[in-house]
């Protein structure tokens, strides 16, 4: 990582490094969910220091139009910070131009195989960033995650340092990562610098962990699994997380990283649904995120159960028959490296906004609509801002950037600093090719649901047979978000042992939300899956692709199963949502195939899969 002396723009940095990186699945420890005793009274505050020395041991000097305090490893001093159990993390503060404080404090949380400086540049360049943010009137903490960069994530970061010895990757884990968080924040409050209400926001892997901060808000997680009252660790403090802003975060890894199908985006669906049966894994995704984290300290393979990346990842692409390991590991990701599982806390979580993309591959729309749907409407202060933005297919375009970044930094300034009711609601942008087209005006309502305005349904004619061996393997490869563009034209050509429905328009018809797939399937052979592609089909014989999603049927799946084995079952299941608008002329078609490798991992079973009665429901903006 250079230096942070090194002149550069913080947004391009950023962009750089906020694909996350994030293994497949976890082992299981355990449910331990006990009442959380109540905070002792609150001791009266520290006074705000007359000169600010930052975890008592930085120094801070005018930079950039604001107080940089810098931490890490210095001109050959340690300056990292020692966390609740003594691992040492790559910390800097950055304080507004004058005063004492306490001001209100704002943590930024990096992508994974990131680190501190993804939000740090040297200018106020109004986005969300340290330098910005502390001209406004924050202090705020950045700092590198425990097994990544100066955080033990380096050879020379670890050498001569004994605490670094387990300091490695736990990939969110409320109990770690989370608490990291929660610790430092807790010692800004114990010197005074800070308020004891504090905002975070994260991009991706920091997204992730800004709902988990949101959802816990006055509580922490200890190692033991058990919750106890959010305090500062010296005086006891009691503390909150008031405010967050997620931009592309997961609401469940199980969900996220290996999808079943059985996720509805239109209302609440329980933790276990999930993964009941075990979902597909996302291959092309998995494998280069867990590329990324072999940069930073991984726990030796066997020596950490609650941490072996390297075995949870060899796990995750062995593909079916699910084992034991599957399933617990499943489970640990819900109840440790996410939000779905955490008890609500009184009030529910702090005010949050998040920003999703339609187009996002990895973490997509249906991640926030999952989070909100846990919260009966009208008792929750979300705001929800949908665009093409987030990992790939997002394209990404800077005025969609700027948007969602000046809604977010408006939303903390409103809770944090004017101490306003926040903004609530569904912001929503559309999706348009080419990159080079602007997205189009913002539309804006209480919910998703109030911004649709009936639906379209499309029909699937007579039965078709999707077989595991279909479909043409150069499309699926085109399709794969990790190497190839959104916005891409490709030959509308037959595939064979696949299932095609069409629909011509007349007009021009929006797309607005989830495309839902209802139909009769008689399924012979072991391990079905079944992956469903929405196209836009021009008068010209090229299609673009608009929406995908994956079902498992929840038949034939147990080890051991025949490839003779018959089944019949009702599917409902939901492609991922977008907002886009196909033109009159066109045919929408829906597709289904029984694998789409490298995105989704392909079956190790042989299978067919006879599809009746087929009906799609398009959701009109």
Sequence with gaps: MRPRAAPRSGRAARRSLRSPVLPALLLFVGLLLPAVPAAAAAPV?????????????????????????????????????????GVPLDADVALPPSGRGPFPLLVLLHGLAGSKHDFETTRDDGALDDVTMAAKGFAVLVYTARGFGDSCGTAASRADTPACAKGWIQLADQRYEVRD??????????????????????????????????????????????????????????????????????????????????????????????????????????????????????????????????????????GPPDTALDVTSLDDLQQYKSAIAIPLAPGGPAPTVIQSGWTDSLFPVSEALHFANRYPAGRSHFLLLFEDVGHNWAQDKPADVAFGQTRGIDFLTAVMQLHQAPPHGVVVLPTTCPRSAPSGPPSSGASLAALQHGSLTLAGGLPQTVTSAGGDPAVAAALNPVAHPFCQSLANTPEPGTFGSTLSLNAPFTLLGAARVRAQLHVVGNYPELVARLWDVAPDGTRQIVAMGVYVPPVNQAAGTSTSATADTTATFELNPNDYTFAAGHEIELELVGSNAPYFLASNGTYRITVSNLGVTLPRG
Aim: with cysteine.
């Design 181 to 318: 968080t929660q610790y430092l924040a807790g010692l800004l409050v114990d010197e005074g610098l800070v308020r004891p209400g504090i905002a975070v926001a994260g991009s991706s892997y920091g997204a992730g962990q800004s709902l988990q901060l949101a959802t816990l808000k006055n509580r922490i997680r200890l190692p033991s699994g058990r919750f106890a009252p959010f305090v500062s660790p010296v005086r006891h403090v009691p503390m909150t997380v008031a405010a967050a802003f997620a931009e592309w975060p997961w609401e469940d890894l199980d969900t996220a990283l290996a999808p079943n199908g059985h996720l509805a985006t239109s209302m609440y669906t329980p933790p276990a649904v999930d993964h009941t049966p075990v979902g597909v894994p996302k291959e092309s995704w998995i494998k280069l995120l867990y590329a990324g984290t072999t940069t930073g300290y991984l726990s030796p393979p066997g020596t950490d159960p609650q941490a072996d990346l390297t075995t949870w990842q060899q796990a995750s692409l062995a």
């Design 45 to 85: 505050e520290p006074a705000a220091p007359a000169v600010p020395h930052p975890f008592g041991r930085l120094t801070c000097l005018p930079e950039y139009g604001v107080r940089f305090c810098r931490g890490g490893l210095v001109g050959g001093r340690d300056l990292r910070v020692p966390s609740f159990d």
